[in-house]
């Protein structure tokens, strides 16, 4: 499986971005997460998704900003990010896990390359 994200940019504080990671292989079995990292700081987990979408996981800083989704049948995952703050500046990274728990990095099995986010204000 070979993961790709899109959508990054620039964007004023308060503004909207929707990243999105497109898969070439078949992902609708794995659970699809959103991690985050910024300049010197450690990886953070932003959002995953169950397979069948039902279940889906956010960290605290984003909840109720940040929506994710996925389209299995185009096996491609979204983030949908609301009212960006500066805080979010970040590469953001997907990934896909066969098992494991949502939150923790260790579950992932793969890695896109990562999309660059930069909230200015």
């Known amino acids: 499986v070979q993961l790709q994200a899109s959508g990054g940019g620039l964007v004023q504080a308060g503004g909207s971005l929707r990243l999105s990671c497109a898969a070439s292989?078949?992902?609708?079995?794995?659970?699809m997460g959103w991690f985050r990292q910024a300049p010197g700081k450690e990886r953070k987990f932003v959002a995953a998704i169950r397979s069948n979408g039902g279940t889906t996981y956010y960290g605290d800083s984003v909840k109720g900003r940040f929506t994710i989704s996925r389209d299995n049948a185009k096996n491609t995952v979204y983030l949908q990010m609301n009212n960006l703050e500066p805080e979010d500046t970040a590469v953001y990274y997907c990934?896909?896990?066969?098992?494991?728990?949502?939150?923790?990095?260790?579950?992932?099995?793969?890695w896109g390359q990562g999309t660059l986010v930069t909230v200015s204000s």
């Open positions: 990934a896909a896990s066969g098992s494991g728990t949502p939150i923790r990095g260790a579950s992932y099995d793969y």
């Open positions: 292989g078949r992902t609708s079995w794995y659970t």
